[in-house]
């Protein structure tokens, strides 16, 4: 954080280095704690039924160790530092554990997340892959076994008002990430980038009505500059999947740049779509969970008569968030073995090239082994950018 | 290509039976077929094996260019890197799945110059009318692939048929949610018909559809009843022979051929086990191939297993099918419901099994089944870096047998110098490599992990004599 003296935002920032903190205070209070992977998860559900839900993050500078006696490391590598520090008993705290049907990554490990952390409760979330008619008909269905499921492990019904009321309060966390984001449109910008990824990884660990008491604090706060703390440099746009550490964006920053928006999994991808309000809570949130989210694991069927055409359908929003967020560069940034990602990494250049958009692609590890050659192609591509 | 490795390429794999020796021709036949069949103006499609429509694209005259297929001949020929190559140069990471890279690399080139790429194994793959893409539980390549591959053919359409199944779960039976899985699958499969007869401006044949349903699930069965002969000791055919006899199980599944080749098979390993005549002459191990698929550029890896006096009755890869008359089918006249619970009978087959013993799992369920019925001595697995559909969990499914399930009775020194018996873990092992990506592979590194293997079940066989 920049400023001194803050006291909100040395809050996040400890809430932030001390990950779980507030979940394990919660919990010697009673509440019981759900541990979740992924956007893909309805946490609306979770809340509605009476529990937190605990995004599980890795740790980039744990060296994955007793992961590795489980799982084979051709695995995603954010998920194996999930799974790895989890196995250590970090996330302890935790009761129960649902995993979405996002990859294969996830997917083909539920059973050893399931045995291997024992905890009583556990529920995989099987969303299909497309958004036609019957896929949401289906996916309505799942969201239904899965509102019974955990209302058998909470003892308790979860009713429609119930969902309603959660849906609420998420819509409003929501639209309060996106007050933070109006805070990166003017040059240099208000917030940095490291500051929004820590307050953003912050709040999906907080009981919602907390996230939201805390996002308006931490809003009050940012509001209050006048001046921004930064100079004005190339403003970077982050596209990629789940990025749950500080630690890239501070790379990018320290290298001279602004990082002023995101196409990721704990940024616009899950921030940005709303549930709709009204009509039966289940169906608007298939809706919202299965087509609104715009995750490559859910096929997008070709739209249109030219290529050009489908590539706007599928990554229009990355455009549209370039244009409102005033975009130099972008940093196109995948961890190995992701297959949703990795197969549209040419049509994603495609789209970005079409908008005569400078791109740098990274494949990384998920360590803090690899920032010395991360840096210097990072630095090289904004010297390209400012040149 | 090195003239090494060309060498190597002639090195070819020694087939125990007549059956498996017929395939590598019959399936240079069907992919010679396809590229006719493109000149002769036939409607091609673009798939993958083990998506419930066999039956459907048989049924209406289309011809499959099983695209996996493909690549892992090209990985055979030892032929695939330049195509592997060419697709990084696209920004395709080389992590991702290889078939999938190596079918890219060549669709692209093929589009790029207009005609096959030089010297494209067995004459290269034709290019497709439509393409049918995979949503299924598993396998995220089956469902980005095509879509990748429409940068280079953005004229060629695909549908993606949802093929869910539920996963194994302590608190959700199956029977509790299959209805409407299988009305999704259903109206999946039927959105997918309408499309076929959009595409080729015909329509279904539902008689004729039927008819294929019930040659594949008498299929099905025959291949059940055959791959059972493989209990005999000594074993008539092994996993080497298998990744070649897959072929007509999961390729010409709905066809009159597929259906005889098994046929044959069946006469030809019980004319073998009447004879006594094994995979080797001297069987010494039995072991099972516990999950993976195979480096098709080492299958002769199968045959160093023989020369030491391994031999692999059953394996878990290819296997992709139980008996129809176990699977409880309710009764229906619609072969696409028919399909639809053939779909979700054989993936939730294991489920109850595992139910009834405390730790299990569906998968080391069957690992248990098949080392019980097969007298397996160890278990042999093959993590290929490339998949994660079929190579995440391989070990933790050991881990979780070794807890469970201890078949080998051994005597230990007990703490007062007594001797007490115990029982332990079949021994196994966990070779690494690819199914398609030869740089992967190291033969000396592979053949010295499999020796000292050996050595170990020779430990593990007189410790127990």
Not at chain 1, 267 to 283: A, M
Not at chain 2, 129 to 136: A, K, R
Not at chain 2, 376 to 390: K, L, N, P, Q
């Amino acid at each position: 954080m920049n400023e001194k003296d803050s006291d909100i935002l040395s809050k996040v920032e400890n809430y932030y280095q001390d990950y779980g903190l507030r979940a394990r205070e919660l919990k010697d209070q009673g509440q019981k704690v759900i541990a979740y992977l992924c956007s893909l998860v309805p946490v609306e559900i979770i809340s509605a039924a009476g529990f937190l839900p605990f995004r599980i993050r890795g740790d980039v500078h744990e060296p994955i160790t007793k992961g590795d006696t489980q799982l084979e490391t051709i695995a995603c590598p954010f998920m194996r530092s999930c799974f790895d520090v989890s196995l250590k008993r970090r996330y302890d705290f935790c009761e129960g554990l649902v995993l979405p049907h996002a990859c294969d990554s996830i997917t083909r490990t539920y059973s050893v997340w399931r045995y291997s952390l024992d905890l009583p409760y556990s529920h995989f979330i099987n969303l299909p892959h497309t958004v036609r008619g019957p896929s949401m008909d289906f996916f309505k269905a799942e969201l239904e076994t899965f509102r019974k499921s955990l209302g058998r492990f909470a003892g308790k019904e979860i009713s429609d008002g119930d969902l309603a009321e959660s849906i609420d309060l998420h819509n409003e966390n929501r639209n309060k990430a996106r007050a933070l984001y109006e805070l990166r449109k003017s040059d240099p910008p208000l917030v940095s980038g490291t500051e929004i990824a820590t307050i953003l990884t912050v709040g999906m660990r907080l009981p919602v009505k907390e996230a939201n008491n805390l996002f308006d604090e931490v809003l009050e706060k940012l509001k209050q500059r006048k001046e921004a703390p930064f100079k004005k440099a190339p403003r970077i746009l982050i596209d990629g999947a789940c990025v749950d550490n500080i630690d890239f964006f501070k790379l990018i920053e320290d290298s001279g740049a602004n990082v002023v928006a995101d196409s990721l999994c704990i940024g616009t991808r899950d921030y940005w779509p709303k549930t709709e309000v009204g009509g039966n809570p289940v169906d608007t949130l298939a809706h919202r969970y299965l087509d609104k989210i715009n995750c490559p694991r859910t096929y997008r069927e070709k739209v249109g008569e030219t290529y050009q055409e489908d590539l706007e359908s599928r990554f229009g929003d990355v455009g549209s968030l370039i244009k409102e967020f005033n975009v130099d560069g972008v940093i196109l940034y995948l961890y190995k073995y992701c297959d949703p990602f990795g197969f549209e990494v040419p049509a994603r250049k495609a789209y970005l090239d079409s908008l005569k958009m400078p791109v740098l692609y990274l494949e990384d590890e998920y360590s803090t082994g690899t920032i010395g050659r991360l840096r210097t192609r990072i630095q090289a591509f904004l010297e390209m950018i400012g040149s | 290509m090195a003239e090494e490795q060309k060498k190597e390429e002639r090195k070819r794999r020694r087939h125990a039976t007549e059956a498996a020796g017929k395939i590598g021709p019959m399936v240079k036949a069907t992919i010679g077929g396809t590229v006719k069949a493109r000149e002769e103006g036939k409607s091609i499609a673009y798939a993958f094996i083990v998506c419930s429509y066999d039956e459907i694209i048989r049924a209406m005259d289309i011809v499959p260019v099983w695209t996996e297929n493909y690549a892992g001949i090209c990985g055979a020929k030892r032929d695939a890197t330049r195509f592997l190559e060419r697709a990084e140069s696209l920004n395709f990471s080389r992590s991702l799945c290889t078939y999938a890279l190596c079918g890219l690399g060549f669709d692209q080139w093929r589009e790029e110059l207009g005609e096959m790429p030089p010297d494209a194994p067995w004459g290269g793959q034709a290019k497709p009318d439509f393409m049918l893409s995979s949503g299924q539980i598993l396998c995220d390549p089956r469902n980005k692939w095509y879509q990748a591959v429409q940068q280079y053919m953005p004229d060629v359409p695909i549908y993606n048929v949802g093929l869910p199944w539920p996963l194994y779960e302590d608190d959700i039976d199956v029977a509790d949610v299959e209805d409407y899985y299988i009305k999704y699958i259903v109206e999946e499969l039927r959105g997918l018909i309408k499309f076929l007869e959009r595409q080729t401006g015909r329509k279904m044949d539902w008689d004729r559809l039927s008819e294929l349903v019930d040659l594949g699930e008498r299929t099905w069965n025959l291949i059940w009843e055959t791959y059972e002969l493989r209990r005999a000791v000594p074993t008539p055919m092994g996993t080497g022979d298998a990744m070649n006899t897959m072929v007509p199980m999961v390729f010409m599944l709905g066809t009159q051929e597929g259906y005889d080749f098994f046929l044959e098979l069946n006469k030809e390993l019980k004319d073998k086990i009447a004879r006594k005549e094994g995979v080797v002459k001297d069987e010494k191990y039995r072991l099972l191939w516990g999950g993976g698929l195979p480096s098709w550029f080492a299958l002769t890896d199968f045959n160093y297993f023989n020369s030491k006096g391994a031999v692999f009755p059953v394996e878990t890869t290819y296997r992709m099918i139980e008996p129809i008359y176990r699977l409880n089918i309710p009764d229906t006249n619609d072969p696409i419901e028919r399909l639809a619970w053939r779909w979700i009978r054989y993936w939730t087959y294991w489920y109850d099994k595992a139910r009834k013993r405390p730790g299990s799992e569906p998968d080391v369920e069957r690992l248990i089944q098949y080392i019980e019925d097969y007298q397996i001595d160890g278990i042999v697995m093959h993590e290929a870096f490339s998949c994660r559909t079929w190579h995440l969990g391989l070990i933790w499914q050991l881990n979780q047998l070794k807890k469970i399930y201890k078949p080998i009775p051994v005597l230990r020194l007990g703490s007062n110098r007594q001797k007490k018996g115990e029982k332990r873990e079949l021994p196994s092992l966990i070779l690494e490599s690819d199914i398609v990506d030869i740089s992967s592979y190291s033969e000396v590194d592979t053949r010295n992990r499999i020796d000292a293997f050996i050595e170990t079940l020779e430990q593990t066989k007189k410790n127990n004599r």
